[in-house]
């Protein structure tokens, strides 16, 4: 792809869109399914780099998995909770669903496993997880004694018992010891310490290990108990990405139009779909039906929200922010500073080019529209940065993505697809 994109203005915008499938339930259903008992047929994946490498490592981890990449479609054929490979060496980009899954996966395996990522993946961290693995009797460790990846995990197989997680750095941590935890040696006790971030993410994994055969105690999601158990292969059917939805209804609330995601409602599983109430509390209309979800923008205000809870649409707001009569403020995502880029500090440099003032907070930010004006965005190869800060394009001439081809991380026909809803064509 071209190394940048001039996003052309747009009138409203009125239309309807499938997203791709949902990166968040593809990864973990690959997981399940690669653990499963039997064949799983995994319909609407996703097509994406975090998917690629997902596949790939399955792969050098002696799974079966088929990809029909023209149909979305995944077969795997499930290892009944016995990895093949007793060494891999295995590549995650910088997927962090992958790698956090997977450093789960292979934990209930037998044999030597490094997993390791691009230069941003090592500054990740991921210790917590190494350490509530280490409770549950695996050998695991940070290969450079930092904290973060690569990792490298020795191991004859999860023992099981009781283990703290700590929560407040990503759920994903959770989520990986949740797949895995059946195909250990005696149940599984995970304590939450702290408070647990994105927890909407969580209830996912546990609605997909269900889905498979596997029932967990989560309660409150400060204590889980999963018990010994196993995977059933089965057809699968993915829904579309949520997150990526949000770009599409950001765009009409920008743009004063009308946008349907079909493929999604207010029923589900991502918990990303609330992003519409943060609309709807701007002065949005939201629409939901059986099976989509309609946004109207109208005259926008700003609003004071904790988003701890959808944290992957913070920066779609942001862009809406900018649009809005009066700041905005996010809270109670401290976390983000943890993800592909810093989503806090970077994301406040990139308005602030625009033309917006910004206040960086502990755990958020307050965004003070004002006029914008033509700016080159940085895009710090993080995909949301670049689907995110396009929309405001959509109003504002002059608005450049570098390094568009980020979104390849879920979303590789992202601008083609904002360019057709939108009746325009954006300049290479």
């Known amino acids: 792809m071209t190394s940048r994109i001039e996003i052309t203005p747009a009138p409203p915008i009125q239309g309807s869109i499938l997203p791709p499938g949902s990166k968040s339930l593809t990864n973990r259903a690959l997981v399940i399914a690669a653990l499963a008992q039997g064949t ?30 023209h ?4 077969r795997v054929a499930g290892c009944d909770g016995a990895i093949p490979a007793a060494d891999a060496d295995l590549f995650v980009a910088n997927s962090g669903t992958t790698i956090r899954f997977l450093t789960a996966m292979v934990a209930a395996g037998k044999g030597r496993y490094r997993l390791d990522g691009i230069p941003r993946m090592r500054e990740r961290p991921i210790q917590d997880l190494l350490d509530t693995l280490t409770q549950l009797g695996v050998a695991c460790r940070s290969e450079t004694g930092n904290g973060c990846p690569p990792v490298v995990v020795e191991t004859t197989g999860l023992v099981g018992g009781v283990a703290k997680i700590a929560g407040d750095i990503s759920s994903q941590y959770l989520s990986g010891l949740l797949m895995a935890a059946p195909y250990a040696k005696q149940g599984v006790t995970l304590d939450v310490v702290g408070e647990l971030v994105s927890k909407p993410y969580v209830h996912m994994t546990t609605a997909v290990m269900r889905d498979f055969g596997v029932e967990v105690e989560a309660g409150d999601l400060t204590k889980l108990v999963i018990p010994p158990g196993k995977y059933v292969g089965r057809r699968y059917s993915i829904e579309p990405d949520a997150s990526a939805a949000s770009y599409f209804w950001g765009a009409a609330a920008i743009t004063g139009g009308s946008v349907t995601v079909e493929g999604l409602s207010r029923d589900a599983l991502q918990g990303d779909v609330a992003f519409c109430e943060c609309l709807e509390q701007m002065g949005c ?15 926008m205000h700003g609003i004071c929200i904790d988003m701890n809870a959808i944290s992957d649409t913070v920066q779609t707001l942001a862009a809406v922010a900018l649009f809005a009569d009066g700041p905005t403020t996010v809270t109670g995502v401290a976390h983000n500073r ?35 004006h033509p700016a080159e965005i940085e895009t710090y190869n993080d995909h949301r940065m670049a689907m995110s800060l396009a929309l405001v394009g959509l109003r504002q001439p002059g608005v450049v993505i570098l390094n568009p081809g980020c979104t390849n991380k879920t979303y590789p026909l992202y601008f083609e697809d904002l360019a057709r809803l939108a009746g325009v064509e954006f300049q290479e």
Do not use: F, W
């Open 71 to 74: 149909a979305k479609v995944i």
């Open 40 to 69: 799983s047929v995994l319909t609407g994946a996703l097509e994406s780099e975090d998917t690629h490498v997902m596949i790939d490592s399955l792969g050098r981890l002696g799974i079966d998995v088929q990809h029909d990449p």
């Open 285 to 299: 209309q939201v629409e939901y039906g059986a099976n989509s979800i309609t946004v109207v923008g109208s005259r």
């Open 338 to 372: 943890h993800k592909e880029t810093d989503r806090i500090g970077d994301l406040a440099c990139e308005l602030r080019k625009l033309g917006a003032i910004v206040e960086e907070l502990e755990d958020g930010l307050t965004i003070i529209p004002g006029k914008l």
